[in-house]
Each structure stands twice: as structure tokens, then as C-alpha cells.
T-cell receptor, first 114, second 113 residues
Framework: NAGVMQNPRHLVRRRGQEARLRCSPM?????VYWYRQLPEEGLKFMVY????????ESGMPKERFSAEFPKEGPSILRIQQVVRGDSAAYFC????????????FGSGTRLTVV | KQEVTQIPAALSVPEGENLVLNCSFT??????LQWFRQDPGKGLTSLLL?????REQTSGRLNASLDKSSGRSTLYIAASQPGDSATYLC????????????FGAGTRLAVHP
């Protein structure tokens, strides 16, 4: 049981480039969540997905950010035309159902925009 | 709108002390509350999960209590060790709405030998 796998662990992008962050949930988990942690701040919810469906994207910035969880493969968080303010740690979590028995988090992807 | 506050923001103690970390939330209509540990530059490790119907959970030297009506939870760490040094995060899952956690900003704990 490998847990929630995120890659890459560290990602450096120049301003204007695209960043793609991947998350493979724990085996048997069909619910995926993305959170962002800005420096010296707590984690903020971004988006909640089930296979092929975005359930709640109330925490996603309106522009440049998108997420998907396809039928096959990992969940992807995509940030287009990155800016310095996007530099943060992005964490993925998964649960077997709606989180009634807690969430398991990955180790995160640390994005640095230069 | 649910808000979660953790006090203190930082704590530095000598090894061996018993500690209490506090978490408060503004809306008592929660489904559960989860305590996490985060080491610098690392991910989150789940410590304890308390369902809304429960009053406390224990794991080893850790004990978490929940008083839903007053909007409070405490994490008690017995006989602290340098290896306990980390940031401790409290998060609530609300009733209703969609599934997401609302996090506090954390308590940064340093236990020195």
C-alpha cells in the first residue's frame, strides 16, 4: 500500500510556463482533493474530484488553474502561465468515500516560480 | 463560514514536558476533526481522527479531545521528546456541503533536549 503518491516532489518553472502536478490516490480511494499551502500559511482547499467529475472547485482560482481526474491515470493539477505568487506547496489527499473516515495526504509538490 | 484557529502559534519546551495544543472552530456543525503532524518540507501525517459523536481518541502518548458544543479540541502530548518537534495542524470537516477540510494555521512545536 504505497499511500498517496505525488510527483514531482519539486518543480521549478519560469514565469509564463505551465506546471503540471500529478497525484495517484491510495489504492481503493476514489476521491481526490487538492490543497495549497502558501509560505507560512495553513492549507487551503482548492478542488475535490471523483473519477471523471469535478465535485467542488470553490477554492480554485478562476483563471489559469484546472484539475482533472480521468478514468485511467493520476489526477492532474495544471497551472498555466505561472506567476511568482503561484510558488507554494501543493498537496493532494484521497479518501475511500467522502472523508467520513479521514483523509490521507501525499508528500506534496513544491512549486517554485522564478 | 467555518474558521479554525490554533493557539499557540509556536511553542518551545524542554524534553519531558506534557503539552496541550488548542484548536477552536466557529461552527459546531462538524462531521469530524482530524489532527495532523507536518515536518519541515514534508507532507502531512494523520495523528488522530475524532468523529463528531466521540469525545476523545488516544494513540500512544497522544490524546485528542473534542467538545463540539463549545467548538474546541485539544491535543495532549505526554512526556514530549525532541522527535515530537513539528507543526501540528487541526482540521475540521463540516456537516453538509461538499467534502473538504478547513485547516487551522498550525502550532509549531520545538522540543529541546
Amino acid at each position: 500500500n504505497a499511500g498517496v503518491m505525488q510527483n514531482p516532489r519539486h518543480l521549478v518553472r519560469r514565469r509564463g510556463q505551465e506546471a503540471r502536478l500529478r497525484c495517484s490516490p491510495m489504492k481503493g480511494h476514489s476521491h481526490v482533493y487538492w490543497y495549497r499551502q502558501l509560505p507560512e500559511e495553513g492549507l487551503k482547499f482548492m478542488v475535490y474530484l471523483q473519477k471523471e467529475n469535478i465535485i467542488d472547485e470553490s477554492g480554485m482560482p478562476k483563471e489559469r488553474f484546472s484539475a482533472e481526474f480521468p478514468k485511467e491515470g493520476p489526477s492532474i493539477l495544471r497551472i498555466q502561465q505561472v506567476v511568482r505568487g503561484d510558488s507554494a506547496a501543493y498537496f493532494c489527499a484521497s479518501s475511500p468515500e467522502g472523508g467520513g473516515y479521514g483523509y490521507t495526504f501525499g508528500s506534496g509538490t513544491r512549486l517554485t516560480v522564478v | 463560514k467555518q474558521e479554525v484557529t490554533q493557539i499557540p502559534a509556536a511553542l518551545s519546551v524542554p524534553e519531558g514536558e506534557n503539552l496541550v495544543l488548542n484548536c477552536s472552530f466557529t461552527d459546531s456543525a462538524i462531521y469530524n476533526l482530524q489532527w495532523f503532524r507536518q515536518d519541515p518540507g514534508k507532507g502531512l501525517t494523520s495523528l488522530l481522527l475524532i468523529q463528531s459523536s466521540q469525545r476523545e481518541q488516544t494513540s500512544g502518548r497522544l490524546n485528542a479531545s473534542l467538545d463540539k458544543s463549545s467548538g474546541r479540541s485539544t491535543l495532549y502530548i505526554a512526556a514530549s521528546q525532541p522527535g515530537d518537534s513539528a507543526t501540528y495542524l487541526c482540521a475540521v470537516k463540516d456537516l453538509g456541503g461538499y467534502n473538504k477540510l478547513i485547516f487551522g494555521a498550525g502550532t509549531r512545536l520545538a522540543v529541546h533536549p
